[in-house]
Nanobody, 124 residues
Framework: QVRLVESGGGLVQAGGSLRLSCAASGRTFSLSAMGWFRQTPGKEREFVAAIGWSGGRTYYADSVKGRFTISRDNIKNMVYLQMNSLKPEDTAVYYC?????????????????WGQGTQVTVSS
């Protein structure tokens, strides 16, 4: 069992930066792949970034590649999403997710645990 709590969302101007954090509890965190997804009203939740259990493998959506960086700290049980050069189209609720298996994945259905989400709003 893994419990996830996101933080760090807020309002930022286009071109600015935010760092999202996800605090995980549960003894299997260090063996779990982690991911970030986002969702806007009326749209399906979409993949943003994923990281394998060791942090050695990462995946990004094409729309955020080069601007966002996912990282993790297995000692602190934390996952981060550094978001730079933010655009209005990045506005969404961002969700942290944990997979019960160690390999990073882009597939939403592979994730077993979800946080409550944190709102990110980018103004133009």
């Amino acid at each position: 069992q893994v419990r996830l709590v996101e933080s760090g969302g807020g309002l930022v101007q286009a071109g600015g930066s935010l760092r999202l954090s996800c605090a995980a509890s549960g003894r299997t965190f260090s063996l779990s792949a982690m991911g970030w997804f986002r969702q806007t009203p009326g749209k399906e939740r979409e993949f943003v970034a994923a990281i394998g259990w060791s942090g050695g493998r990462t995946y990004y959506a094409d729309s955020v590649k080069g601007r966002f960086t996912i990282s993790r700290d297995n000692i602190k049980n934390m996952v981060y999403l550094q978001m730079n050069s933010l655009k209005p189209e990045d506005t969404a609720v961002y969700y942290c997710a944990a997979d019960s298996t160690p390999g990073a994945t882009r597939v939403l259905d592979d994730y077993d645990y979800w946080g409550q989400g944190t709102q990110v709003t980018v103004s133009s």
